[in-house]
């Protein structure tokens, strides 16, 4: 079915090309994504206020993002998202207690090719596992970030169980104009960013061209015998063209073009030992990852009238990471081919909507390793997943003041993966082939009878498919099934337009079927310890909670942001009473998140932008071990600037108290990571 519709989907440019030139008239200019006094959301396929819009979403427009304390990647960013955990070092972050890493982390994810539990979409393209977890998504030059915390299989299908992150960078301009920013700072901190954008065809065709270079050193010292590569370095460089292209040949057609490619390099942990506060590790036994990826997006977009749409968007993609690390103990290469095509309809008017879409997905992994000083040789594997999907969604306004979205998707995903792990003395062997389907229907209600007040309901079903893995305690496959989780939500918008203040709430139920979480398990050598995470499956469990957003801006110089997230996560069910997973918060799930932030311009040109987050304690692992708990953390960042329209000089201190926050524990809680120390820096950025 996959490779089918995989093939179909490629046809529909020349589809949207043909429906193009018989077009008699072109259409009306394309929605904006954002006005003056409201906010619209663009992740779930269609553009929808947000307050139609019942999923929990964080909107981060680009003013709010040049503003920040130098918030040069994602990472930075989701610190400050209610109900969203960083990882360290190779973990994606978890949302509403959900690892978006995936089932699978460390070694056992290698082994069975893991896929991540949250999307994170670039411009139209879903990153690939490794550009997710362990690479660097650079903000420079960015239009708006939108960061779903509810599920969105419905929308996107494959690895969205956990939510999405969508980020669309700034789109070729009409008139010529261009940037170049650059910024120096403590722990050898250099950075240079540069944008240029201008017609090359008057009105029919633009061009956009970014580059963004970043080089730090680590905040702690490690020393490892990992040769031909620095652990010490924190790197990424990326350079991204995007064209616009609207032919007065064929009018209503918009065709928007991307070529990335981009590279990281950063230990795959910062890793520290005892004494913590000296931020050291002296014999590292993990690695350094370093990874490039190359991608061509292409999003033709044809109008077909005032009310309806078809869009469609194509994307190949390579990437490769490669792990360094001490002899035998781990040294990797991955290399990934990724494409993928989707169509959607789309039909819109006061009183309906209609939303139509097929899509298909192929991921091929090549990957090798040495574990020698594992005593388990050297293994090659092969992957190929495939996903395909069917959805769709209507809205119906039963009359001004009641709308009913409904949707579903019907998605199917298969993994056929071979290989082994070979030595003098051992032979592993891995042959998995498997195809999971799941039917995700969604449906939601809205209320907007109340005067600048909306709420709603939302129930909807969402999966995460199943795969294997090699367990190193057993040498067996450890065969895992599909997850599934209803998710109930009530939620409430409001704003008061002549007092500047907007807020948004959620209040969440997840009933998790067949969850998989982890156990930390040890693995001695003759170099020391080795650390992984092996999967254990969960019949039964929950995670219930909300979040909290408000802005109030009284006048053009001062903006004030508050957001508060809350959650309680349990293990209900186990296979046994002795499980010690029974009964336990799931790990990284801090019981309370929050963060404000004031914008204020006290003085013409001049702007301060203050930042302040705080969480609550919480256990590196699902076993909750007492030895394994994290204490509560808060930080403070700051930036000043000077801005007169075309020069912008600032500062900004990152972490102003210096805060030692530790962010997991291992090894009975000899091993540590820490959220960065205090940094700071300057910068003077150009705009022409």
Do not use: C
């Not at 596992?129 to 660097?136: K, M, N, Q, R």
């Not at 190929?384 to 769709?392: N, R």
């Not at 006048?555 to 942001?561: E, N």
């Amino acid at each position: 079915m996959s490779m089918h519709l995989l093939r179909l989907a490629w046809t529909a440019p020349i589809v949207t090309l043909a429906m193009a030139s018989s077009a008699v008239a072109a259409s009306e200019p394309l929605e904006d994504v954002a006005t003056a006094d409201r906010i619209i959301v663009t992740g779930e396929r269609i553009s929808r206020d947000i307050g139609q819009t019942a999923s929990s979403v964080t909107v981060i427009a680009s003013a709010d993002l040049e503003r920040m304390p130098d918030v040069d990647r994602l990472d930075q960013l989701l610190d400050a998202v209610p109900n969203v955990v960083l990882g360290s070092g190779g973990q994606g972050p978890t949302i509403r207690g959900q690892d978006t890493t995936g089932v699978l982390r460390d070694l056992p994810a290698f082994l069975g090719g893991n896929r991540p539990r949250a999307t994170m979409v670039v411009d139209g393209r879903a990153s690939s596992y490794f550009e997710f977890v362990f690479g660097s998504q650079p903000l420079w030059d960015v239009e708006r970030v939108e960061i779903f915390r509810s599920p969105q299989t419905t929308t996107q299908g494959r690895n969205a169980i956990a939510g999405g992150i969508f980020i669309e960078t700034r789109p070729p301009e009409w008139a010529w104009g261009g940037a170049m920013r650059g910024i120096v700072g403590n722990y050898d901190t250099r950075q240079f960013s540069a944008m240029a954008t201008g017609p090359l065809i008057d009105e029919q065709l633009a061009f956009r061209i970014a580059g963004d270079v970043r080089g730090s050193r680590t905040s702690s010292e490690l020393t490892s015998e990992v040769q031909n590569i620095d652990p010490n370095r924190d790197e990424f460089d990326l350079l991204r063209i995007k064209l616009l292209a609207r032919p007065q040949a064929l009018p209503g057609l918009t065709i928007d073009a991307s070529f990335l490619t981009s590279g990281s390099q950063s230990p795959q942990i910062e890793g520290i030992k005892r004494p913590f506060a000296e931020r050291r590790d002296p014999r590292v036994r993990y690695g350094v990852f370093r990874n490039s990826s190359k991608a061509i997006t292409i999003r033709p977009q044809l109008e077909l009238g005032p009310k309806a749409n078809l869009s469609t968007v194509l994307s190949v993609g390579s990437a490769r990471a490669r792990r360094f690390a001490p002899p035998g103990l781990g040294e990797a290469v991955n290399s990934i081919e990724d494409r993928a095509a989707e169509v959607i309809f789309t039909r819109k008017d006061d009183v309906t909507s209609l939303l139509v879409g097929v899509s298909a997905n192929r991921v091929n992994l090549t990957q090798t390793i040495d574990l020698s000083q594992v005593g388990l040789g050297s293994g090659a594997f092969v992957d190929e997943q495939e996903s395909a999907g069917v959805f769709g969604e209507i809205r119906l306004s039963v009359s001004t003041k009641l709308d009913v979205i409904a949707g579903a998707r019907y998605q199917t995903d298969r993994q056929e993966r071979t290989g082994a792990l070979r030595s003098q003395f051992v032979s592993l062997p891995l042959v998995f082939a498997r195809r999971y389907s799941a039917l995700s229907p969604k449906l939601s209600v809205v209320y907007g009878g109340l005067e600048n007040l909306s709420v709603g309901l939302l129930a909807q079903r969402a999966a995460n498919p199943g795969g294997t893995t090699l367990s190193i305690s057993s040498g067996r496959l450890d065969t895992f099934d599909q997850e599934r989780l209803w998710n109930y939500e009530l939620f409430v918008r409001g704003w008061i337009p002549a007092a500047g203040f907007s807020f948004a709430g959620n209040i969440f139920y997840y009933d998790i079927h067949d969850g998989q979480r982890s156990v930390l398990t040890t693995i001695g050598t003759t170099g020391g310890s080795i650390f992984f995470q092996e999967i254990g499956n969960v019949p039964r469990s929950r995670s219930k909670g909300g979040e909290l957003q408000a802005t109030w801006s009284p006048s053009a110089s001062l903006k004030v942001s508050v957001a508060a997230g809350f959650l309680e996560t349990r293990v209900t069910e186990s296979p046994s009473d002795r499980d010690p997973l029974l009964g336990k918060q799931f790990q990284r799930s801090p019981r309370f998140t929050g963060s404000a932030s004031v914008n204020w311009a006290p003085a013409e040109n001049v702007g301060v932008n203050l930042q302040y987050s705080r969480r609550s304690g919480y256990f590196s692992d699902d076993a909750n071990i007492a030895a394994l708990r994290i204490g509560r953390a808060e930080n403070l960042n700051a930036r000043l600037e000077w801005d007169n329209g075309s020069i912008r000089i600032f500062g900004f201190v990152r972490n102003i108290l210096d805060s030692f926050n530790l962010t997991s524990l291992a090894d009975n809680g000899n091993l540590a990571t820490a959220a960065d120390p205090r940094e700071f820096g300057i910068g003077a950025e150009a705009r022409f």
